[in-house]
């Protein structure tokens, strides 16, 4: 097995690129996806953010409110580390479990949006940034994901700089381009991969 970290800031195309490894057979572990999974109702992830946050993050319906949750934390560095505290154990034992239910020969790619912020590199074979200018990332997000600037500026500076991820890849996947250009450097990082399985 080989396992990959990939991340990228936010608007670098991170899923794009996720979408295109597990199109050519990759064992994707979304951490997102996960980061929501364990803050559903019922869980126990739900119930301690609840509790450090106040019933006011949850919905009418008792889902979270991850609207309301971001607004108090992106701008608020301690804020946001009581809540990845509570988040970030239970992500790593579920990704531990999908990754320990995976073939032994399979590429297995964890989509791990704050792997530089944290200190995550050392746990995979090989880490891999997905990276798109500051001018290119504020672009997407105001106008593909209907962020105000102020708003994908402020989620922008919640995470590590592009030095900081650069300063922990193996390969760069440089992505200001259209997904044909993104497709095009996936292949042979691809090919890489395959031929570091056992």
Same mark, same amino acid.
């Not at 996960?34 to 919905?59: D, M, Q, S, W």
């Not at 995550?120 to 600037?149: C, F, H, K, P, Q």
């Not at 989620?155 to 259209?178: I, P, S």
């Given at each position: 097995?080989? *396992?990959?970290?990939? *991340?990228?800031?936010? +608007?670098?195309?991170?899923?794009?690129?996720?979408?295109?490894? &597990?199109?050519?057979?990759?064992? %994707?572990?979304?951490?997102?996806?996960i980061a929501r999974e364990v803050v559903e109702p019922g869980t126990e992830g739900l119930a301690a953010v609840a509790a450090e946050f106040g019933p006011e993050i949850? !919905?009418?319906?008792?889902?979270?409110?991850? $609207? #309301?949750?971001?607004?108090? %934390?992106? +701008?608020?560095? +301690?804020? #946001?580390?009581?809540?990845?505290?509570?988040?970030?154990?239970? =992500?790593?034992?579920?990704?531990? @479990?999908? !990754?320990?239910?995976?073939?032994?020969?399979? =590429?297995?790619?964890?989509?791990?949006?704050?792997? &530089?912020?944290?200190?995550?590199?050392?746990?995979?074979?090989?880490?891999?940034?997905?990276?798109?200018?500051?001018?290119?990332?504020?672009?997407?997000? !105001? #106008?593909?994901? +209907?962020? *105000? $600037? @102020? /708003?994908?500026?402020?989620?922008?500076?919640?995470?590590? *700089?592009?030095? @900081?991820?650069? &300063?922990?890849? /193996?390969?760069?996947?440089?992505?200001?381009?259209?997904?044909? /250009?993104?497709?095009?450097?996936i292949d042979p990082l691809w090919r890489r991969l395959s031929e570091q399985r056992p």
């Amino acid at each position: 097995m080989v *396992t990959v970290g990939l *991340t990228g800031g936010i +608007g670098a195309g991170k899923s794009e690129a996720v979408r295109l490894l &597990a199109e050519r057979g990759a064992v %994707v572990v979304d951490s997102d996806r996960i980061a929501r999974e364990v803050v559903e109702p019922g869980t126990e992830g739900l119930a301690a953010v609840a509790a450090e946050f106040g019933p006011e993050i949850l !919905t009418a319906e008792g889902r979270l409110d991850r $609207e #309301r949750l971001g607004r108090i %934390v992106f +701008g608020d560095p +301690g804020r #946001r580390a009581k809540l990845n505290a509570i988040v970030h154990p239970l =992500v790593a034992r579920r990704s531990a @479990e999908l !990754t320990a239910a995976a073939p032994h020969d399979a =590429v297995v790619v964890h989509d791990v949006p704050l792997l &530089a912020e944290n200190g995550l590199a050392g746990r995979y074979d090989v880490v891999v940034v997905v990276d798109a200018s500051t001018e290119t990332r504020l672009d997407r997000l !105001t #106008r593909l994901r +209907g962020m *105000t $600037e @102020e /708003d994908a500026r402020a989620r922008m500076a919640a995470q590590a *700089t592009r030095e @900081e991820r650069l &300063a922990v890849a /193996d390969h760069v996947l440089r992505n200001d381009g259209t997904v044909d /250009d993104l497709a095009a450097q996936i292949d042979p990082l691809w090919r890489r991969l395959s031929e570091q399985r056992p």
